[in-house]
């Protein structure tokens, strides 16, 4: 049997081992362990001196600066409990621009100089950390020789035990800034922007008559798409090692043309894997809802329930990093790569967001109230509103060199950023437009004034899968992040462009009050005028059609299909003049994640490429070659017609992997916007040249000379 035979069957003998976790009585509450590595307020409360709890808790609420005084005792707590939890280190973890997260450890441990050693944290080590910065993407933020940084605790994430099978480690979420101040990951800017936003949005409920809520906070809940490979298939190929996505791949003979994955039963251990995964992700606090599987065989989608966009976007790396660690456990590896594998689907994460009221009200739900109503879409008008000013800013939020191979194809969503509204709010909207009352009919509802406005959906029923940014009924999800990416950024995005909109029209709205307008005619007035200035962006058709490009261009609406496109659009005079005036990032912060995004898009080409060559002359040329000698070794026509064939693909490949080794050697000096265009234009094309030839040998060389596993192992075997 050959070699690679030999794995596909040992790939499949997976069984569930001794290590199974098997259920458990989950009726005995002391079974339930969600939060239990948490050091959550619950924790909190029973191990804070009272008055510490109290005091931070209502700092914390209210989003006032922390009280150095505090942290001396929150150490204290914090230190005992993870002692108990049996972590010999603490770590500061946060989230620095290479788009994972970072640690460093240090030991709780010191000697006391007379043989033995304490266990010590002081406020003053839970505040502040001082990782080596030099080594983390500034951007040009920070020369060289002032390559300190800072990481400093967020108390509103709490801190958890990081469980390890030797040890444990106590890890707190921290923010990273540069020692002049300037934010070096994403978690500044996000609580940035959900600072700007919950004051804008505080001023426009108020102007609604909520005279109680004092926060209002974004929430989110990204769906995560991912697949699973046999690790044997992994560890075989360099490809994906270096890049987690394969660079070589014939199409196989089956793919998910039968539609037969998605939804369908989940494979044992692919389940199993799964079970222990939430598990791990509910000790962590981690609130996982659902599973099942995706259109792409061997594809998976896991989803937490919302969380404020702080939380969220931590648990969402968090949510990243357990699969990938858990998986091994399965013999399996989690891919987290935008397109794994070229001709099926690719993965993304649908980032669900919304905007919340510390007195519980969802912004972005109708309610079943016409006053409910009418703020809802004064709300949902603000989002339409940034959504279409800021366009090209929300592109470029999602712009990865991973991204390029999804958004625009038929399977994500396409290049163009637009809005889907669905059938009864854009029907509100209409009678909103015209002035004419609707027949609403019995579901219908009498506006507070003029309009009669028709009752909007509770929960959208209508779905299109094909927008990037729908609303679905009680929140609008953004469907263009990349399964790979950090959402922070993304949502920091949001919240900023909605606190802008929201703002501005809450302004208007109030200058209309003041000058003795009627409530809903002025709030009618506002959401009008504009919705009709900006309803350009939405679209509620099939976003993958050919037609759609055209209505789009006319619409004038940006269509930038690659990240190299995207990427300056951060740096637009309207990006980054709303980004300083909300206080999220200042120029010299926009322009350091300008230079890091782009650099990563460059790097990773390279990186892409580097290794597409170097396969190429090392496995499958040498394949085409022994495949030739082996057919020199026959005679007879049928010899003669394959070694043809084959010797006109090896020849050819040749040339092409010379060529590809040509471009690669090639730095271009200059911007570096334009060598990110030399990757895409002249380094990409150059290597699908070689990719084209490639798989096309690997459809006609001997079985057991091939040296990658083909898709058709590595998509089907679990
Ligand atoms: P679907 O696949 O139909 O979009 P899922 O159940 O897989 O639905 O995912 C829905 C996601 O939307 C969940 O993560 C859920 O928590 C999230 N979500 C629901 N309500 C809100 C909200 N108000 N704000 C942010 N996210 C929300
Ligand atoms: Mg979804």
Request: hydrophobic share 40%; net charge negative; charged share 25%.
């Amino acid at each position: 049997m050959p070699g690679l035979r030999q794995h596909n069957v040992t790939a499949a003998q997976w069984s569930a081992n001794g290590g199974a976790l098997g259920p458990t009585d989950l009726t005995i509450p002391s079974n339930n362990v969600f939060g239990e590595l948490v050091f959550s307020v619950d924790v909190q409360r029973q191990l804070l001196p009272k008055d510490v709890f109290k005091k931070l808790q209502t700092t914390l609420a209210d989003g006032l600066p922390l009280d150095p005084a505090l942290a001396g005792s929150v150490a204290q707590a914090m230190k005992e409990w993870a002692l108990e939890k049996g972590a010999t280190h603490y770590s500061h973890w946060f989230q620095p621009l290479t788009g994972s997260t970072a640690e460093k450890h240090d030991s709780f441990y010191s000697p006391t100089g007379t043989g033995g050693a304490i266990a010590d944290f002081s406020g003053k080590e839970l505040i502040r950390g001082e990782p080596d910065a030099s080594s983390f993407p500034n951007g040009g933020l920070r020369a060289t020789f002032e390559a300190r940084g800072y990481t400093a605790w967020d108390p509103t994430s709490p801190a958890f035990i990081t469980p390890n099978p030797n040890g444990a480690t106590l890890t707190i979420p921290t923010a990273f800034v540069s020692w002049t101040g300037e934010a070096l990951d994403h978690k500044i800017p996000l609580l940035r922007s959900m600072d700007a936003l919950s004051k804008a949005a505080i001023k426009a409920v108020q102007l609604f008559g909520d005279t109680e809520s004092k926060r209002v906070f974004t929430t989110v809940g990204a769906e995560q798409e991912y697949f699973l490979i046999d690790e044997q298939y992994y560890f075989e190929r360099p490809d994906l090692l270096a890049t987690e996505r394969t660079l070589y791949g014939a199409k196989p003979p089956k793919g998910q043309e039968l539609d037969d994955h998605y939804f369908g039963a989940i494979p044992e251990r692919v389940q199993a894997f799964m079970f222990e995964a939430e598990r791990e992700l509910q000790r962590l606090g981690v609130p996982v809802k659902t599973r099942h599987n995706e259109v792409a065989p061997n594809q998976f989608e896991i989803a937490p329930l919302f969380e404020n966009s702080n939380l969220g976007c931590d648990h969402q790396q968090i949510i990243m990093q357990t699969l990938k660690n858990v998986a091994r456990k399965y013999g399996l590896v989690a891919l987290l790569h935008e397109k794994p594998f070229a001709g099926v689907n690719g993965s993304g994460k649908h980032n669900n967001w919304s905007m919340g009221t510390d007195t519980g009200v969802n912004l972005m739900d109708p309610g079943d109230t016409p006053s409910e109503n009418l703020q809802f879409l004064f709300f949902c008008t603000a989002v339409i509103k940034a959504v279409k000013k800021h366009q090209g800013l929300l592109r470029a939020s999602v712009a990865t060199a991973g991204q390029d191979h999804r958004l625009g194809a038929n399977e994500a969503p396409p290049a163009i950023i637009s809005i889907f509204l669905g059938a009864e709010l854009s029907e509100a909207f209409a009678a909103i437009e015209s002035g004419n009352p609707v027949d609403a009919g019995e579901a219908g509802f009498l506006g507070l004034g003029t309009e009669v406005l028709p009752k909007l959906p509770l929960h959208g029923g209508d779905r299109n899968r094909t927008s990037p940014f729908a609303f679905t009924g009680n929140r609008f999800e953004f469907r263009a992040p990349g399964s790979n990416m950090t959402v922070g950024f993304v949502n920091a995005v949001l919240n900023t462009i909605a606190a802008e909109s929201l703002e501005e029209m809450a302004t208007e709205l109030e200058a209309k009050l003041e000058g003795g307008t009627a409530f809903d005619e002025a709030v009618t007035a506002v959401i009008k005028t504009h919705f009709v200035e900006n309803k350009a962006i939405v679209f509620d058709g099939d976003g993958y059609s050919d037609e759609w490009q055209d209505i789009a261009a006319e619409r004038g609406l940006l269509n930038l299909r690659t990240t190299p496109d995207a990427l300056p659009e951060l740096l637009s005079d309207t990006s980054v003049a709303t980004f300083e005036k909300y206080g999220v990032l200042t120029k010299p912060e926009v322009e350091a994640r300008f230079e890091v995004f782009t650099e990563q898009y460059v790097t990773k080409l390279n990186i892409e490429s580097e290794t597409a060559a170097l396969i190429a002359r090392t496995q499958i040329l040498p394949a085409g070659l022994k495949y030739l000698a082996l057919l020199d070794e026959v005679d007879g026509t049928g010899a003669k017609i394959l070694t043809e064939e084959a010797e006109a693909l090896v020849n050819d490949l040749v040339v092409k992997i010379k060529a590809l080794e040509e471009k690669n050697a090639i730095h271009p000096a200059g911007e570096l916007i334009d060598h990110a265009k030399y990757m895409r234009d002249d380094v990409l094309g150059a290597y699908a040249e070689v990719r084209e030839i490639a798989d096309k040998l690997e459809a006609i060389v001997p079985d057991d000379y091939w040296p990658l596993p083909r898709y058709s192992e590595m998509l089907f075997i679990k």
